[in-house]
């Protein structure tokens, strides 16, 4: 089970992942906001942090949380594997699977957020034992919790005019991430100013649309770096980089390694 979920509990201040577009294929993540407002951004979906409330995220999805301010940002955090998710929630019917959702939203009254906050503890500490009878607890725990989502699942979503921006240039992003990439034309096909667009998403999410957008592009290289057998080169242009110094320096500069010694740490130990 330790190989299967990774637990945090009451981590404090600035993530490395925090505000970086990134995914982890093949998981799942459990998170609770216990310190600081923000954003959290999953697929499309722009969800405002919630003190409390429990999120499940389907992190295959490329997502990422934008605290405020870094100082008295405080969370907990569960990544299992999909396996035990789809373990857990097997017993339920197709229809009404939570599963083929990309992000699940459950805001707590006090006692329960405080009962899950124990639980994340228990499984923290459970997670770093490796013996059989611990393996078993934790995948109670995290039946509980997942309980709890079901039974108190909501609608994160911010419905604001400046959540529709947000949502509107995430979502093109998404569709057009291999195009040259012009704010003007942005805001002409969503029929806003300029202005209005970068001020509105940066306001809501913590970054600039340009930074999304190289952010999206880098994820989009690094799945590519693992799956196919394209070269470095053809990889930076096909996301949509301009030229490939750009993208290397990039690249290096938020990954803290080469788009080469990225791809070959992946296939020497099959992990990044």
Known sequence: MKDLVVAAYRNKGK???????????????????????????????????SQGGLYLI????????????YEGYERNAIRMHEEIVERIFSVLPKTQNPLVNSVLYAPLSLEDAEKADAVFRTVSDLSRSGSTEGDLLILSHLSYLCSLLMKCETRAE????????????????????????????VARELAISKYYLCHTFRAHTGITVLEYVNSYRLAKAKALLISSELSVTEIAFSVGFCTYSYFSAFFKRCEGRSPREFRKAYKNKGEV
Do not use: C
Request: hydrophobic letters at 35%; glycine letters at 8%.
């Open 58 to 69: 389907n992190a295959s999805n490329l997502h990422f949380a934008m605290p405020e301010f």
């Open 15 to 49: 993530f490395r992942l925090d505000g970086v577009l990134h995914t982890h294929p093949g998981d799942y993540e459990l998170l609770q906001i216990w310190g600081g407002n923000g954003r959290i951004v999953v697929g499309e979906h722009v969800l405002s942090m």
């Open 158 to 185: 911010d419905t604001s005019a400046d959540s529709s921006v947000s949502e509107r240039v995430i979502s093109y992003v998404r569709e057009n991430y291999k195009d040259r990439f012009s704010l003007s034309k």
